[in-house]
């Protein structure tokens, strides 16, 4: 039949969507009742993917695949149930993630022997989705359950809910985004301007003097965008115990013990009211208007900068030792190191975790680990 | 609240990542598991600002001209998802996506579709008044709310219901049944 035909024996569009509407529920039985259900492509489970590279990998291995609203849905479709009369143990370990409004088995949907297949209809799509999430692949009295989502069950007024929620839900969660990024605009406004102008001579000046201290530690020296992992033990000495100690006096004595901690998140969460936290926080709002990850720590180091000289000026044993080092300023996106895992893949993923260290380092009750570490950072 | 914004740097520069390795990557593969993996960030709306900065709508858009339909589907499904967010809609509607996205309601791969239906449904959102007035898109879409596909049916109605008036509705269908162009147009195979 012809889509022609088709029309003129249902009449208007809107002719048809009234009767949809009135009949939207008995409708939508009836024809997963009366017929037989058919298999769609997306019930099926697709191959794992086993060729990708490594820092892509993750910790379960998936299919490729592209997830869109239009895939999910608050229906759900539960293969291989054991045919042993455990529905409602089925339906009770639904329930564990969210209201079940309705459920059924699907007797005509194709299954293999022994086993059954139910749908399962939430009242919310994020309870459809933990579910799924946590019930596809495991294994339930002996048999393995396959969950998908079965959008194909949805009447007309479903599909424009879960749309209308979804799009709703993305922009509350952008207007939020956008009131944080004016939160943390403010006080950049006023305080950057000073700082801003000093900080190319001064990080020139800092990098060169740093770089030879750091030499042993090279490896790491491509980092230096981020706060560097704590070193290995045997290069504590490098460090005079004297010298560490008296910057952390300093530190403590200016009242700004809180920016000497180099990580963005702390700056954060501890400094809101005087001018010296607020550029760590503006050095943080910046990413988004700058395409170079490099760019937007400056202020931070600047920051360092000037604490550091006041250390230095005494005890000139850094300073002095610059001049063999080419300039470095601002950091260097994570390519190929020194680091030489012989696979480029792998050198991603090592710089990954080293920066997942970094935040797990920085997490607040760890501060004399975090001190130590400071003065090496800007290898 | 901290730990989401800390996590925020390390994905930045994971997206980061994934861009570059496409761009220079030479194995298919490979670029269409990352294409995959952009997509599915897409969804989450925490990285629309990362993604957005990182231009990968265009890289969405690009992969709509491709042959290969795999690379098709995962990029309209990553517009499909980047279109929920306001301001990538904005991005996108400068971008000329429009029209790319028109053109792939007539890929042969459902999933396609039914993202395209959605991301000109994004499109229309308010601020931007009601884009898609074509009435080849009506007439595509009355189509599909004709088709056996319950998902391709039932989100063809409500672009209908909700994406254009009564009158324009009416007003295409009034052509449809004048001519024959329309018959027999294919629908998208499931």
């Not at chain 2, 990362?50 to 690009?62: A, N, T």
């Not at chain 2, 879409?141 to 254009?164: G, T, Y």
Request: some cysteine; proline content about 6%.
């Amino acid at each position: 039949m012809t889509p022609r035909s088709k029309l003129h024996r249902l009449g208007s569009y809107f002719e048809r969507t009234l009767v949809n509407n009135i009949m939207a529920a008995p409708s939508k039985s009836d024809s997963s009742c009366w017929s037989v259900p058919k298999v769609y492509k997306h019930h099926e489970q697709k191959r794992v993917c086993i060729s990708r590279s490594k820092y892509r990998e993750g910790r379960t291995a998936r299919a490729v695949k592209v997830y869109t609203i239009n895939l999910e849905s608050r229906y759900l479709m539960v293969q291989g149930v054991p045919a042993i009369g455990v529905m409602r143990e089925l339906i009770q370990l639904c329930a564990l993630y969210g209201v079940v409004e309705e459920y059924r088995p699907l007797d005509e949907y194709p299954a293999e022997e022994f086993t059954e297949v139910y749908l399962v209809k939430f009242q919310k799509l994020t309870s459809a989705r933990a579910a799924k999430r946590r019930m596809d692949e495991k294994s339930f009295y002996g048999g393995v359950l396959h969950v998908c989502y079965v959008p194909e069950y949805e009447t007309v007024e479903d599909t424009r809910l879960k749309l209308q929620d979804r799009r709703s839900y993305v922009t509350r969660m952008s207007q939020r985004r956008e009131r944080e990024k004016a939160q943390l605009e403010k006080p950049k406004e006023t305080t950057l301007s000073d700082s801003a102008t000093t900080s190319d001579t001064i990080t020139k000046q800092n990098q060169m003097s740093n770089r030879n201290t750091a030499e042993v530690t090279s490896s790491i020296s491509h980092y230096s965008s981020f706060p560097l992992l704590p070193l290995p033990p045997q290069e504590q000495p490098l460090y005079s115990p004297v010298h560490q100690q008296g910057s952390m006096q300093t530190e403590d004595g200016m009242g700004t013990l809180h920016n000497a901690i180099t990580d963005p998140q702390r700056q954060r969460v501890h400094g809101s009211d005087h001018t010296s936290s607020s550029q760590g926080q503006s050095a943080e709002s910046r990413p988004p208007t700058s395409h170079a990850s490099g760019v937007r720590l400056i202020p931070r180091i600047t920051h360092l900068e000037n604490r550091k000289r006041k250390i230095q000026n005494p005890g000139q044993h850094l300073s002095s030792v610059s001049g063999c080092s080419n300039v470095f300023i601002g950091p260097k996106l994570p390519e190929p190191s020194k680091l030489d895992m012989e696979d480029a893949s792998l050198d991603t993923t090592v710089s990954l975790i080293r920066n997942a260290m970094k935040q797990v380092e920085s997490v607040p009750d760890l501060k004399p680990a975090k001190k130590k570490v400071k003065p090496r950072r800007r290898i | 609240m901290t730990s989401r914004v800390g996590s925020a740097e390390d994905r930045f520069e994971f997206l980061q990542t994934l861009v570059t390795e496409f761009q220079d990557s030479d194995s298919q593969d490979a670029k269409e598991q990352i294409l995959a993996n952009l997509a599915n960030f897409a969804y989450d709306p925490n990285n629309a600002d990362h993604l957005r900065e990182l231009q990968v709508h265009e890289l969405f858009l690009d992969a709509l001209t491709e042959e290969n339909d795999d690379f098709v589907e995962f990029g309209m499904g990553g517009l499909c998802n980047l279109s929920m967010d306001p301001q990538c809609r904005a991005v996108l509607l400068q971008g000329g996506a429009l029209k790319l996205v028109t053109r792939c309601l007539s890929s042969q791969r459902e999933e396609t579709v039914l993202s395209a239906i959605t991301a000109l449904m994004n499109l229309s959102e308010p601020p931007f008044g009601p884009q898609v007035t074509d009435p080849a898109v009506l007439q595509c879409m009355l189509r599909f709310s004709l088709s056996d596909s319950p998902r391709l049916r039932n989100l063809a109605a409500v672009f209908l219901q909700d994406c254009c008036s009564r009158e324009q509705v009416q007003q295409v269908e009034q052509q449809m049944m004048g001519q024959h162009g329309a018959v027999g147009i294919p629908l998208p195979k499931s």
